[in-house]
């Protein structure tokens, strides 16, 4: 995440547009939502490390660090709906499994058939946690990758073939986004 901070940072910085840095959040967190979000971490860490005695002691601490980055970094205000999140994610697994065979695809061709290059994308999600987060999101997906947004919400997003419908995809992707915020959270 450093790294791909750094990478939008310095694409920014060369393009002269201002980057906004990232604010901790305001206002305390319930106990309730810190512990669940440590033991969550603490059960990916085990499924991802193993639980060995050393491993459960690195574990643990890195789940503190990490609840206590999360709290840091969740914006005070909205939040993420359940339901808006399912949606969402039935929408993403699957496009990002097609996106992936063909990228595959196009990888093993003799031939492959491409035209890379940059496509300038409007997004009407205001600068802020909600834009780096879909941003973010989209980086996920195997062929397209965001790598740079001006102040006027224009997104620049690097393709592998630009003569498929990457506007039309990136407006279906905002808005599969914007159905999982609640009201304020894609507002600054």
Wanted: charged letters at 15%.
């Amino acid at each position: 995440m450093l790294l791909y901070y750094q990478a939008i940072k310095t694409i920014t910085r060369r393009s002269h547009q201002r980057w906004m840095p990232m604010t901790p959040a305001i206002g305390p967190r319930p106990l309730s939502s810190l512990l669940a979000r440590g033991v969550g971490f603490l059960i990916l860490w085990v499924v991802l490390i193993g639980t060995t005695p050393i491993n459960l002691l690195i574990g643990l601490a890195a789940a503190a660090a990490a609840t206590w980055a999360s709290g840091l970094l969740w914006p005070a205000h909205g939040g993420i709906d359940a339901l808006g999140l399912l949606r969402f994610v039935l929408r993403f697994l699957p496009q990002s499994i097609v996106a992936g065979v063909d990228v595959a695809r196009r990888a093993f061709a003799p031939h492959p058939m491409l035209q890379p290059g940059l496509v300038a994308c409007r997004t009407s999600l205001p600068a802020g946690t909600a834009r780096r987060a879909m941003c973010a999101l989209m980086s996920l997906q195997p062929g397209k990758l965001p790598v740079a947004v001006d102040p006027d919400g224009t997104l620049h997003i690097h393709c592998l073939d630009q003569r498929e419908p990457i506007k039309e995809q990136t407006a279906a992707d905002e808005a599969a986004f914007c159905g999982m915020l609640r009201d304020g959270a894609g507002h600054g």
